[in-house]
Nanobody, 118 residues
Framework: QVQLVESGGGLVQAGGSLRLSCAASGRTFSIYSVGWFRQAPGKERELVARFTWNDSAYYEDSVKGRFTISRDNAKNTVYLQMNSLKPEDTAVYYC????????????WGQGTQVTVSS
């Protein structure tokens, strides 16, 4: 099993920045890929960013140029730097990890709330 614990959410004004962290523990050697999802009230959960099979980064169109996914393998931690935040970025952000070539992640974090005020 793999445990994912997010941190770094909070309340920020539009135009501000936040950095989310996701610390992985357990059988981390089984992780194939990691990424971030978000779910706004009344909306479906959507993929925001992830590392692809060839280690490049994928970003959802609305966050391109504003969000950056990165990781520190020594710390088993993945980050999501969010700049130029907008009210529509308000959501619960979830860290996710894939143990293989599946569409749905194998493991999920508990989520961290990000609220952007206008």
């Amino acid at each position: 099993q793999v445990q994912l614990v997010e941190s770094g959410g909070g309340l920020v004004q539009a135009g501000g920045s936040l950095r989310l962290s996701c610390a992985a523990s357990g059988r981390t050697f089984s992780i194939y890929s990691v990424g971030w999802f978000r779910q706004a009230p009344g909306k479906e959960r959507e993929l925001v960013a992830r590392f692809t099979w060839n280690d490049s980064a994928y970003y959802e169109d609305s966050v391109k140029g504003r969000f950056t996914i990165s990781r520190d393998n020594a710390k088993n931690t993945v980050y999501l730097q969010m700049n130029s935040l907008k009210p529509e970025d308000t959501a619960v952000y979830y860290c996710a990890a894939w143990a293989g070539l599946t569409i749905t992640p194998t493991y999920w974090g508990q989520g961290t709330q990000v609220t952007v005020s206008s």
